[in-house]
């Protein structure tokens, strides 16, 4: 059992403060947000995460887990400080990393002997070792303290799961001993745990992001070409992922890639590849062939309305950037719908968690709390989030609604058949 504070109690924070607490650590998590930590001092979990809930109020009744306003509260009782705080992309693409210098600066001369920082956030190549010199230059004693890189490789929706039953656990430090006293915290959980250096745990994480994005746009590219050649996308992704060497995973063509992560992470190493002096071509396809899927859509969603989309009542279901997530950040639902309202499109959406935070997120977006509301009198229907309620409602429903029964569906999460049967016109991607 250890001491851990962790710094910042947002996805990957809060996440990390209750596993920890589950794995037998006493955890102290913290946060600026005064309001916040009161509410999970309470229980009050506000972010849509899969058991993430139980596991916060499991740890609040054994009594190791509790939440305090600021760092310098959690900190100077700890063995371990994890940096959980935001790095969003900053002006020039690159990640901003000022919230993380802030965090270094204050805790620096709280840290006890023998305290270990640990880099938890997605942050640059380098990193690690800048927090390092942070550290030292703000008063800690550097020789007596440790600070190693641990990414985490968490998917919203997941995120508990992935951190107890993780596909790897990744520490990188330059001193061993550190390394091993960080991997120790995830006794219990069973994975295979890598130790490296700093530099290359950062670069794992952002070239795993990289890699999936990469998967992403590869076969969105692939079903762009489907749709030309009768050849349906989702038949030659099964195809090519029972090659072990491919997998099924990451396969899935639609609107491109969203959250909180890849869109992020990607713009970010093509900033260190810049800096590095790469020309990082491939990672710029990635990024270009993204951007342009989700213009794709808009497309679609055009040609099926007859070419233009002045005036015209679209019904919208799914607004946030994945299924089973509440996070609205970088979705391509949004972008898409933000598009359409731009092309004088009356936009009506529906999301079964989103609705609330969308009215405020995309102004002039009508949105209802009922998906059959939402395609009353549309023209056209479009599906942007994989829902998975979405597939089991009543079609003949949906059809009497529409002034028109015209699905495209930008997850191809519905039947074409059954809904061409029902008299529907559909277009789904790459099929
Ligand atoms: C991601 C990584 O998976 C995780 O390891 C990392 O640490 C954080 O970022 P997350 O952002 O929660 O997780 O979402 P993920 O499930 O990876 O999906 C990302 C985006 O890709 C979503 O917009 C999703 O809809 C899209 N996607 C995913 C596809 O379009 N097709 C696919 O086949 C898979």
């Known amino acids: 059992m250890s001491r851990v504070a962790v710094v910042g109690t947002g996805y990957v924070g809060l996440t990390t403060a209750a596993c920890l607490a589950r794995l037998g650590h006493v955890v102290c998590g913290a946060d600026v947000d005064e309001e916040k930590v009161v509410a999970l001092a309470r229980g009050e979990v506000s972010i849509l995460e899969d058991e993430l809930p139980e596991l916060v109020a499991e740890g609040l009744a ?51 002997p ?44 997941t995120a508990v799961r992935d951190f107890l039953q993780p596909s790897r656990v990744v520490v990188g430090a330059d001193v061993p001993s550190v390394a091993v006293r960080v991997s120790e915290l995830y006794r219990g959980v069973q994975a295979p745990v890598l130790v490296t250096d700093p530099a290359s745990a950062e670069m794992i994480k952002y070239a795993s992001n990289a890699f ?90 055009r040609r099926a309305a007859g070419g233009d989309l002045s005036g015209v009542p679209v019904g919208a279901w799914g607004l946030t950037f994945k299924a089973n997530t509440d996070d609205l950040r970088d979705s391509p639902a949004v972008t898409i719908v933000r598009r359409l309202l731009e092309e004088g499109a009356a936009v009506r959406a529906y999301d079964p968690v989103a609705g609330p935070a969308a009215v405020e997120a995309v102004p002039g977006l009508d949105v209802v709390e009922d998906p059959y509301a939402a395609c009353a009198g549309a023209r056209v229907l479009t599906v942007l989030t994989e829902w998975d309620e979405l597939r089991w409602l009543d079609f003949d429903r949906v059809r009497d609604a529409m002034a028109s029964p015209t699905v495209v569906d930008c997850r191809n999460l519905l039947d074409p058949a059954g809904l061409r049967r029902r008299g529907f016109r559909y277009e789904g991607v790459g099929r």
């Open 62 to 112: 054994s009594g190791r887990l509790g939440f305090v306003v600021g760092a310098a509260e959690a900190v100077p009782d700890a063995e371990f400080v994890f940096l959980c705080v935001p790095t969003p992309q900053g002006d020039d693409g690159g990640a901003d990393l000022s919230h993380v210098a802030a965090v270094a600066r204050e805790i620096a001369p709280l840290l006890a």
């Open 114 to 157: 023998g305290t270990v920082v640990v880099n938890k956030s997605t942050m640059p190549v380098g990193s690690t070792r800048l927090v390092e010199r942070i550290l030292a230059e703000n008063g800690a004693s550097i020789d007596e303290i440790g600070v190693a890189s641990n990414p985490e490789f968490l998917r919203e929706g």
């Open 212 to 301: 999936l994005a990469t998967k992403i746009s590869f076969i969105n590219a692939i079903a762009n070409l489907c749709e030309s050649l009768d050849a349906d996308v989702r038949e030659v992704a099964l195809g090519m992922g029972y090659d072990p060497r491919i997998g099924f995973d990451f396969l899935y063509a639609g609107p491109g890639y969203g959250g909180s992560c890849f869109p992020k992470d990607t713009a970010a190493l093509l900033h260190t590849a810049r800096e590095a002096g790469y020309d990082f071509d491939l990672l710029d396809g990635v990024v270009t062939v993204n951007a342009r899927q989700h213009e794709r859509m808009v497309q679609k969603i």
